[in-house]
């Protein structure tokens, strides 16, 4: 992507069988392999550039040490006390949701009596086996076609195979109003049962990957809640970070993207989704 080589800031307020590509049942087979990605050693990195976190406009961003990885990235960061983006990039592009759609399963499940505990697990080791059942169970498609209209989700766009939840189109505009849904209109009960779950989030998922990337360990001695999704490789290697950081959940960030599987490897990609969250994070004033 460079993962951007710069990511253009507006700052108004500073002036795989992976997680997503496990199939439901109910429909004809994709024709697409995807292989399961093995977990990431690690993508807690060190910032590239001091003078980048906090004198500039623009976030550089590669991970130390490694070469960096081509491929596609969009960032949004939505301040929910001044109502303001404060930062964008690409912020209409589409990409496979992965399991970021759990979001949508998991209010949709909810909204219809299910077990909260089974969709807090859900959530916050990423199941793809209690997300493969919700989904048939609420008519698979159907739930994004309802969401779109709940949520106000122009951009989203269903899969075409219903059995492959993941490959729901997404951009990081969508998942900001999917956040700003849960915390501002949903109901208390089912509002604090995904946040909690979504601060509960484990450090490796259902399926054995690491999940701090991104976000969480961007953004360490902050409080956090997130949702992650990965998968690879159809061909992309996807990775996205997504969630709240701050005080009552101040700021909300999408952060998606994409790479080509085979030049590239899980530690490269989240290293450089990492620090480009932690340079972005370091300009916000909490």
Same mark, same amino acid.
């Given at each position: ?226 949702? =992650? ?38 530690? =490269? ?18």
């Amino acid at each position: 992507m460079r993962i951007p080589a710069t990511v253009v800031l507006t700052v108004a307020s500073l002036t795989l069988v992976g997680c997503g590509h496990v199939r439901a049942t109910g429909s004809q087979p994709s024709p697409v392999a995807v292989t399961a990605p093995p977990p990431l050693s690690s993508v807690a990195v060190t910032s590239t550039s001091d003078a980048a976190a906090g004198t500039s406009d623009t976030v550089a961003a590669a991970a130390p040490g490694s070469p960096e990885a081509d491929g596609r990235f969009s960032l949004v960061v939505f301040d929910r006390t001044t109502g303001q983006v404060v930062m964008s990039e690409n912020p209409t592009d589409h990409f496979p949701a992965e399991s970021v759609v759990k979001l949508l399963i998991a209010v949709t499940a909810l909204q219809n009596g299910s077990d909260a505990g089974l969709v807090a697990t859900m959530l916050s080791v990423s199941d793809d086996d209690i997300a493969n059942t919700l989904w048939e169970q609420y008519g698979n498609i159907a739930i994004i076609e309802r969401m779109a209209k709940v949520m106000d989700l122009p951009d989203i766009v269903v899969p075409d195979d219903p059995g492959w939840w993941g490959n729901t189109q997404i951009t990081a505009d969508d998942v900001v109003e999917i956040y700003r849904y849960i915390l501002d209109r949903a109901p208390a009960p089912l509002r604090d049962t995904i946040m909690k779950a979504l601060a509960s989030t484990t450090r490796t998922a259902a399926d054995d990957f690491y999940q701090y990337y991104g976000i969480v360990d961007a953004t360490e001695g902050h409080d956090w809640a997130v949702k =992650q999704g990965w998968a690879c490789c159809k061909p992309d290697r996807v990775l996205h970070s997504t969630g709240v950081i701050g005080d009552d959940h101040r700021y909300i960030i999408a952060a998606l993207s994409a790479h080509d599987g085979p030049s590239t490897t899980w530690d =490269q990609v989240g290293g450089e989704l990492t620090d480009t969250i932690r340079q972005a994070e370091a300009k916000l004033h909490r």
